[in-house]
């Protein structure tokens, strides 16, 4: 498995098994999966309402704890918890995670942030991160933080490669870990006849081409999946490696548009909702 090197100096893989959108009982399964056939990264967060499936999935592959990399997410309705930490711990079955991200700029995002320092500081967190920080958010975060994230996770695309954050990122050596990917499965994208060429060329299939550069671009990528064959197919993306040719011409279709639009209405929202956790 590839890994990048983080600003503390700690290493995370570049490639593993996202849980989004999963139920408990594939997220599970999904987890559990792919960690047989070799993932050692695992990314879930409070608001998937599926940590202790991923728990389970995590001692049922077999796996040793230390050999995987756990990363979840705060959700804004326990950014005040004084517990927060502590009960995503609990869920996960776990003494610490390697990643703990506050999920939205929501509600006290502040004091959630302080509550990833403190982690972090006190050996519960091995890193930390922001997930959908950008513009103004991070602006202000940047004036307050005490300790520099490791990790931001945003949307990431050939189609939005994040170029006016990435002058931040960059500054501080803070990576990016992609969400949508595949660019929400628009078939557009995935029918870019570059996509199609390279994937002749290395006998792979387009998806796997975009989730290759991704690496390469040096963002960490967590494609979701239930089903156990694409599972293993995202996995099977770091056999080949494009050339600086090749990054060029995915580089020309940056079209730095977005799929997913968030409002000041569902900032709100995210703030007032609290997930149903499962017990």
């Known amino acids: 498995m590839e890994k990048i090197r983080l600003n503390n100096n700690r290493e995370c893989p570049v490639v593993g098994i996202g849980t989004f959108m999963l139920s408990p009982a594939e997220a599970e399964n999904s987890v559990r999966e792919a960690l047989k056939m070799g993932y050692s990264l695992v990314d879930t967060a409070n608001a998937y309402v599926n940590e202790r499936a991923c728990g389970r999935g995590l001692r049922a592959s077999g796996v040793k704890r230390e050999d995987v990399f756990i990363s979840t997410k705060l959700w804004p309705s326990e950014y005040e918890n004084e517990n927060a930490v502590n009960e995503t711990l609990e869920r996960l079955s776990v003494d610490y995670v390697d990643l703990l991200y506050i999920h939205q700029p929501a509600g006290n995002w502040m004091a959630g942030y302080r509550q990833l320092e403190k982690a972090y500081r006190d050996g519960k967190a091995k890193n930390i991160g922001i997930s959908n920080f950008e513009g103004k958010y991070i602006d202000e975060l940047q004036a307050n933080w005490e300790i520099v994230p490791q990790f931001i996770q945003v949307e990431a695309h050939p189609y939005f490669t994040q170029k006016e954050l990435r002058k931040t990122l960059d500054k501080y050596n803070i990576k990016l870990m992609s ?57 099977c993306i770091l056999d080949f490696k494009l050339t600086d040719e090749e990054m060029a011409q995915i580089a020309a279709l940056d079209k730095n548009e977005r799929y997913y639009h968030r409002t000041d209405a569902q900032l709100a929202g995210f703030a007032a909702w609290k997930p149903d956790f499962e017990k």
């Open 179 to 235: 969400w949508y990917p595949l660019g929400h499965g628009d078939k557009s994208l995935i029918n870019e006849p570059v996509f199609a060429e390279l994937g002749r060329k290395y006998g792979k299939t387009p998806a796997q081409i975009i989730l290759r550069w991704h690496t390469q671009m040096g963002f960490v990528v967590i494609p979701g999946s239930k089903t156990k064959d694409h599972i293993k197919d995202n996995l």
